[in-house]
């Protein structure tokens, strides 16, 4: 798929379940870790093409490269942590959080831009290989998203590889903007 072809998402708030098909169309019938395991390397390049316009914003209230990439990094922690509950636990809760609210208090308009890319390489390593180390029960098993209700871990998997694409895309409309 060309990431800068990427439609705009669905509010994951006021409209969850086309908030989910939004990113699972984005994968479409590619598989969920090559895609993931694609995607530091993407980040890389695009931190290695932007240069100096790292945190440069395309317009006011819109994440500028390095939010992008501090977004994608949160949220691959925040998927580590959920992958774990839904495998240990029988249907736990899985808690919200607001995207922004995050860039904006955790990271600001800059950091240690290759500190973050090795923690999000990292994470996602071990995310990717908890997938590919998992049986197709650990897959089916759930937690209860508080916004969007039951998620099995192959759901959350899937569409969190729609979710790099989208966000990279995100990030390439930055630069060029």
């Keep these: 798929m060309d990431d800068a072809a990427a439609p705009p998402a669905p509010n994951e708030l006021t409209d969850p379940q086309g908030y989910q098909r939004h990113l699972l169309g984005l994968l479409g019938e590619d598989d969920p870790a090559d895609v993931q395991a694609a995607t530091p390397a993407l980040l890389r390049?695009?931190?290695a093409e932007?240069?100096?316009?790292l945190t440069s914003r395309p317009e006011a209230g819109e994440w500028s490269v390095y939010g992008c990439l501090a977004h994608i990094t949160d949220a691959e922690l925040v998927m580590g942590a959920r992958y774990r509950f839904v495998l240990a636990h029988d249907e736990?809760?899985?808690i919200g959080y607001d995207q922004d609210r995050?860039?904006?208090r955790l990271h600001g308009d800059e950091g240690d831009v290759a500190a973050m890319l090795d923690l999000f390489e990292a994470l996602r390593t071990a995310n990717v290989a908890l997938w590919r180390a998992s049986t197709d029960a650990d897959r089916a098993r759930v937690g209860m998203?508080?916004?969007r209700g039951p998620e099995s871990f192959d759901l959350a998997f899937r569409m969190i590889a729609g979710h790099d694409r989208f966000h990279v895309a995100q990030a390439r409309r930055a630069m060029d903007a």
Excluded: C, I, S
């Excluded at 932007?50 to 316009?53: T, Y």
């Design 45 to 47: 390049a695009l931190v």
């Design 145 to 147: 998203h508080d916004e």
């Design 92 to 94: 736990p809760p899985l």
């Design 102 to 104: 995050w860039v904006d």
């Design 50 to 53: 932007v240069g100096d316009r």
